[in-house]
């Protein structure tokens, strides 16, 4: 069983910056594929970037170049470094892994493990 547990949410102004980071328990084969979603309140959960075990990324058109996912494996930990911060990147952040196979897109039901979640507000 895989356990996730994210840290590095907080209040910041808009252009600020925060980096998010995931410590994930163990690798297995639903690891291959590591990701974040958020949630906003009466929105649904969508997925913002990704990462698999080839070190391919891919990022939503609303983070592009402002987001940037890593990780560091010795270290079992995930990351997602946020920039020009907006009030509409307010919301629950996810950590999330999966198969490979869950980073061909944003559907969160292909992944099968995820942490508690860590809130980011952004004020304007």
């Known amino acids: 069983q895989v356990q996730l547990v994210e840290s590095g949410g907080g209040s910041v102004q808009a252009g600020g910056s925060l980096r998010l980071s995931c410590k994930v328990s163990t690798y297995t084969s639903n690891t291959n594929c590591m990701g974040w979603f958020r949630q906003a309140p009466g929105k649904e959960r969508e997925g913002v970037a990704s990462?698999?075990?080839?070190?391919?990324?891919s990022y939503a058109d609303s983070v592009k170049g402002r987001f940037t996912i890593s990780k560091d494996t010795p270290k079992n930990t995930l990351y997602l470094q946020m920039n020009i911060l907006k009030p509409d990147d307010t919301a629950m952040y996810y950590c999330?892994?999966?198969?490979?196979?869950?980073?061909?897109?944003?559907?969160?039901?292909?992944?099968?493990?995820w942490g508690q979640g860590t809130q980011v507000t952004v004020s304007s």
């Open positions: 999330a892994t999966g198969p490979k196979a869950a980073c061909g897109g944003w559907w969160a039901g292909g992944y099968n493990n």
């Open positions: 990462i698999d075990s080839d070190g391919d990324t």
